[in-house]
């Protein structure tokens, strides 16, 4: 609290921009907003010439995407590759700046911050990255790798703890506390895995982007870590934001999920408005993509498949930019951009955000879902009832 | 069943692995689905993979660094041992030659020209009537400290420039790169007779510089890519997102990785550097006679190498070996600091 003498003057500095270390340790009760992300872009310009650069166009990443990650959930988002999913993670963690649009962490902008306030929201937020034979370095041993961040943050562990600092991270998830002078190569990927985990936890944070820590993992292996994050989350009260394009994995750990497609969010709610009550035809599809590990059920359902290629994030389509591959698409889906909102004529739990402008259940998505999920048939038979009232 | 309890004896994890294994009956829970438990089962047998053999005792000791370890791994490494000797073998012989040498390598008696083996004289005599032994002897020093001092040279501008330029990228990537590529389209021997003609002095040092200020760019292109490459990998983000700055990540993660291509390349250019000096010198510019070197004997040698063979081999065999063992100790060096390869 080197701060304390400066305490008057803070308020401005807020305003400017530099929020106070004080600002992030105040506690976010559980379920309210941790994290606000509000109309969030990032283009990447496409540049010709060498010595003159000239923009030519942008690669529209991700093109206007809000939503709440909210204290203690864990929020799922989906989609194919070159959505967007990424480069949302990067944003957020900081590591690219946004080309306009706002990251708030505890109600202050954290995505224009820069040096010790920079460093200050890093402490709080951090990744497990999708690849564990790429995100260790290969010339540090496990002890170096998880004991790094508190070289960089050193108040959070004084130095003659910080090795056991390190074997306590090791225990927590699961790996024998003795192997600290052992380097990345001598462990398999799941346990690749836990050590980027244990790097992630080091500085305690509160938010943890995990940007698909399992996709690189065998099917046996991505159990153990979903439940280790799992297990983590009640321990540390950890806030997920879990990125991935395995449906099923994603229904397993999220309270909430969001869709995207091609930069945009298109639809997001509680896993089961999501899976079991999806309006958005993109996510239907989707869902009907989804392996069904039943014989019989396979032959009977009916699968969506889509038409055409996504198009290209440099030219996205105008108005929706699901229309061009939509079977419901209309000519006011290529004049208007549709909003993610609740859209009127739905009701009960197919009432959640959706961006199509004619949003509505479809038989197909739904039953999928509910075979996938284990659930009876009679529970699909007063739905289709309820609908027919 | 003993077995696997003593196993758990000799390693705590094992029990906590059990320990979170246990599941509710199905009959207290009818509604847990058959997936968990199929992931749950599977959790058993890796979680006794996790530990497929007891740590050797010296891994409980302290923890250690990348260069500890490569240290470690160094002083048993035979191929580095025999380099290391030679080297150091070489530097004393730079350093002290009369310690190897009791005749004067400039005191010469022409009327022994290329003369072959006497008492006292084990090389023989050269074109001047000079003592191949003693020249050889006395001429590492120069050959030496011209390779050691200009490759060292060369390596660190290179790698600094081409560091930072792959690090920064953007304006400064392309003003360095150009430059590195304005030294590498002067040709190395009319750059020299240019450059060596016009400076007046002859010192040692006029050369190394003459090789540093045109070896550089070689150095800076391997070394920019390398970074380059290495900065894309996602430990260096993940470095980057706990909040490292520049200094730790380029001293910490990208140079560790990125130094391998560069330790080889420097080794090759050491002995392309003694060559170097020995052509500069063949062609008047290099090191002048009184001046003791091996690139100067060899060039000298050259011409009358059927008459007298043992005039050109003694000291292009000390050139060759003193080559082979800064190549060797590169190459082992390297292999120290690849964990991979242990």
């Known amino acids: 609290m080197t701060h304390s003498g400066a305490g008057a003057d803070g308020a401005d500095t807020n305003g400017a921009g530099v929020p106070e270390e004080a600002a992030f340790a105040q506690e976010v009760p559980r379920g309210e907003p941790i994290l606000e992300v509000r109309q969030l872009v990032k283009y990447f310009p496409l540049t010709r010439g060498i010595l003159f650069k000239k923009q030519v166009g942008a690669v529209k990443a991700v093109d206007g995407v809000s939503f709440d990650l909210r204290q203690g959930e864990t929020l799922g988002i989906v989609g194919e590759s070159g959505c967007g999913k990424s480069t949302l993670a990067k944003v957020l963690m900081n590591l690219e700046a946004p080309t306009s649009g706002s990251v708030k962490y505890k109600g202050e902008e954290i995505s224009r911050l820069s040096g010790a306030a920079l460093k200050a929201v890093r402490r709080n937020i951090q990744m497990v990255f999708q690849d564990p034979y790429t995100s260790l370095n290969p010339r540090m041993t496990v002890g170096d790798i998880i004991g790094e961040p508190f070289e960089i ?237 | ?113 290329q003369q072959g083996v006497s008492s006292g004289h084990p090389f023989g005599y050269d074109n001047q009537g000079c003592d191949v032994y003693a020249r050889t002897v006395y001429g590492a020093r120069a050959s030496i400290t011209v390779g050691v001092c200009a490759t060292a040279g060369a390596a660190l501008v290179g790698t600094v420039m081409g560091g930072l330029a792959g690090f920064f990228g953007g304006w400064f990537d392309s003003v360095v790169s150009r430059i590195a590529d304005i030294f590498f389209g002067i040709p190395i021997l009319l750059g020299g007779l240019v450059f060596l003609s016009v400076v007046p002095s002859q010192s040692i040092w006029i050369v190394v510089a003459f090789i540093v200020v045109l070896g550089w760019p070689q150095i800076a292109r391997i070394s920019r890519g390398s970074v380059i490459t290495v900065k894309q990998q996602d430990y260096v983000t993940a470095a980057e997102a706990l909040g490292a700055g520049s ?62 063979p043992h005039m050109l081999l003694y000291p292009a065999g000390a050139l060759s070996i003193t080559v082979l063992a800064f190549i060797m100790l590169g190459d082992a060096v390297r292999d120290a600091l690849d964990p991979k390869l242990r």
């Open chain 2, 247 to 308: 200094s730790r990540l380029m001293v910490r993660h990208i140079l560790p990785n990125a130094v391998a291509p560069i330790i080889v390349v420097a080794t090759i250019a050491l002995g392309t550097y003694i060559a170097l000096e020995a052509t500069l010198s063949f062609l008047g510019v290099g090191l002048k006679p009184p001046t003791v070197s091996w690139g100067i004997d060899i060039s000298s040698a050259s011409d009358s190498f059927r008459n007298a």
């Open chain 1, 153 to 389: 943050h050193p108040e959070v562990a004084p130095k003659g703890d910080r090795r056991k600092a390190v074997q306590d991270l090791l225990d927590v998830v699961g790996l024998n506390p003795e192997y600290i002078n052992r380097y990345p190569h001598q462990f398999s990927g799941g346990q690749r895995q836990r050590i980027g985990i244990a790097r992630g936890l080091a500085l305690k944070p509160e938010i943890i982007i995990c940007d698909e820590p399992v996709s690189a993992l065998d099917v046996s292996v991505q159990a153990q870590v979903i439940n280790l994050l799992e297990q983590l989350q009640g321990e540390f009260d950890l806030s997920y934001m879990f990125i991935a394009h395995d449906l099923s994995i994603v229904r397993h750990i999220s309270d909430r999920v969001g869709v995207m497609y091609l930069g945009k969010m298109v639809e997001i709610g509680s896993d089961a408005e999501i899976y079991e009550h999806a309006t958005h035809p993109y996510t239907q599809a989707l869902l009907s993509a989804v392996p069904v590990p039943d014989p019989t059920g396979r032959e009977g359902r009916e699968r969506i498949v889509l038409s055409g290629d996504v198009p290209s994030p440099a030219n996205p389509p105008s108005g929706c930019r699901f229309r061009t591959r939509c079977w419901k698409a209309q000519e006011k889906c290529a004049r208007e951009t549709p909003a993610l909102t609740v859209r009127e004529w739905l009701e009960g739990a197919a009432a959640h955000d959706s961006a199509c402008h004619f949003a509505a259940e479809r038989e197909i998505g739904q039953s999928a879902a509910e075979r996938e999920s284990g659930q009876g048939a009679t529970e699909r038979e007063s739905g289709k009832q309820e609908k027919q009232q």
């Open chain 2, 1 to 113: 069943m003993p077995d696997q309890e003593k196993y758990n004896a000799a390693d705590p994890l094992a029990e906590a692995g059990t320990e979170e294994l246990e599941m509710p009956s199905a009959v207290e829970n009818r509604t847990f689905d058959l997936g968990t438990m199929e992931a749950q089962s599977l959790i058993k047998p890796e979680r006794l993979q996790d530990h497929p053999e007891a740590p050797a005792a010296d891994e409980r000791v302290e923890a250690r660094s990348l260069w500890q370890d490569a240290w470690r791994d160094l002083r048993r490494n035979p191929i580095f041992i025999i380099s290391g000797l030679l080297i150091v073998f070489l530097i004393v012989m730079a350093v002290w030659p009369g310690l190897f040498a009791s005749t004067d390598p400039l005191k010469c008696d022409l009327s022994k020209s």
